[in-house]
């Protein structure tokens, strides 16, 4: 099994940034991918951004690409979500998730361990 827990999420100004961070714990983490997603309520959960193991494979949505960065510390068995440039539809609950394969991953069916989310919220 694999834990995954997030934090820094919060409420903030548009225009405002946010790091997310989560915590991997648990069975041994080796080559495996990590990606973050988004639900707002009544919504879908969807896709954020996705990380490789060697964090040479990036993926983004095109809503966040340009304000947001993902990036690991796999010694540290933690990945990170930089949010700039905040807007009110960034608002939503964020979650982690890794996936025991190689690869940049965008749909939640691939994911096997999931956190249990953070909040953010956008004012504008």
């Known amino acids: 099994q694999v834990q995954l827990v997030e934090s820094g999420g919060g409420l903030v100004q548009a225009g405002g940034s946010l790091r997310l961070s989560c915590a991997a714990s648990?069975?041994?983490?080796?080559?495996?991918?990590m990606g973050w997603f988004r639900q707002a309520p009544e919504k879908e959960r969807e896709f954020v951004a996705a990380?490789?193991?060697?964090?040479?494979?990036?993926a983004y949505a095109d809503s966040v690409k340009g304000r947001f960065t993902i990036s690991r510390e796999n010694g540290q068995n933690t990945m990170y979500l930089q949010m700039n440039s905040l807007k009110p539809e960034d608002t939503a609950v964020y979650y982690c998730?890794?996936?025991?394969?190689?690869?940049?991953?965008?749909?939640?069916?691939?994911?096997?361990?999931w956190g249990q989310g953070t909040q953010v919220t956008v004012s504008s």
């Open positions: 998730a890794v996936v025991m394969r190689p690869g940049t991953r965008r749909e939640p069916d691939e994911y096997d361990y």
């Open positions: 648990g069975r041994t983490l080796v080559a495996y991918s």
């Open positions: 990380i490789s193991w060697s964090a040479t494979g990036l």
